[in-house]
């Protein structure tokens, strides 16, 4: 479908340095233009080298940080305003991670994580990659759908304008374990998604809204993911720090 135009971000996590930066970025800008109606790509550097990184990018490529302070800039050490973001030249926020959810030290809440895509989106002019998912424990109960639509309805709560979120939903217990939902598994939850975001915000945000699939995405892997009917591009962790990430941009073909 039209707005659902294929979608592939690629999360460094806290890693790479200046120079391991340079060579991957070559290796990407060595790679064909893009078809720029066929996909969309992303990839988010650690947030001290989100302005260099932009600086040597190709520029049909997006650059995101992968986390914002929940307001305006001030009186926070060691934050960044979503606007000082923008301000360098980055389109995109990753905003509740699940290593930041779930990290002892860190622990974000669904409200803090909702308050941080408020005002990204709303004073920041960026655009959001919200991610959502279940612990291995939570599926186990049964609890996957329940735990995502939780987190949806933080978001829900806190903006009114979808039109520049991007979801992704990324299991915790196949993030970085090399244990890939299912393309089925993967499906199944985003179809439920798909119906919340109908019944709970409307058709339109369901029928337009991209919903990324996550979780140790490769390039072995992710043709079988991306035929899925409401799978709509991928974000990806290890996998997205290799020259090969570019095979994982040409899944929808
Ligand atoms: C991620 O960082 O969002 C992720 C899905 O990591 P990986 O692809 O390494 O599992």
């Not at 979801?167 to 985003?190: L, M, R, S």
Request: aromatic share 8%; proline share 4%.
């Amino acid at each position: 479908p039209d707005g659902r135009r294929f979608f592939v971000g690629g999360n460094w996590k806290c890693n790479l340095n200046k120079s391991a930066i340079a060579d991957l970025v070559a290796a990407f800008n060595e790679a064909p233009p893009l078809d720029r109606d066929g996909v969309d790509v992303v990839v988010a550097p650690p947030s001290i080298y989100v302005d260099s990184t932009r600086q040597i990018l190709r520029n049909d490529f997006a650059v995101s940080a992968q986390n914002s302070w929940i307001s305006k800039g001030g009186a926070f050490t060691g934050e960044l305003d979503a606007t000082m973001i923008k301000d360098v030249g980055a389109e995109w926020v990753i905003l509740g991670h699940s290593e930041r959810r779930h990290i002892p030290q860190l622990k974000e809440t669904d409200e803090t994580v909702a308050k941080k895509a408020k005002y990204a989106l709303e004073n920041a002019d960026l655009s959001v990659i919200f991610c959502i998912g279940e612990l291995l424990e939570e599926r186990e109960a049964g609890q996957t759908i329940a735990v995502c639509e939780r987190q949806l309805n933080a978001l829900k709560q806190a903006i009114s304008d979808w039109t520049r979120v991007v979801i992704a939903y990324e299991p915790v217990w196949a993030i970085g374990t090399g244990k890939v939902a299912t393309p089925e598994q993967a499906e199944d939850v985003h179809r439920s998604l798909r119906l919340w975001l109908k019944q709970n915000v409307s058709e339109s945000v369901s029928d337009q809204t991209r919903i990324l699939y996550g979780g140790s995405v490769s390039p072995a892997n992710c043709v079988e993911l991306a035929k899925q009917d409401n799978i709509d591009g991928f974000l990806v962790g290890g996998a997205s720090m290799k020259p090969t990430f570019m095979e994982i941009v040409d899944s929808y073909k």
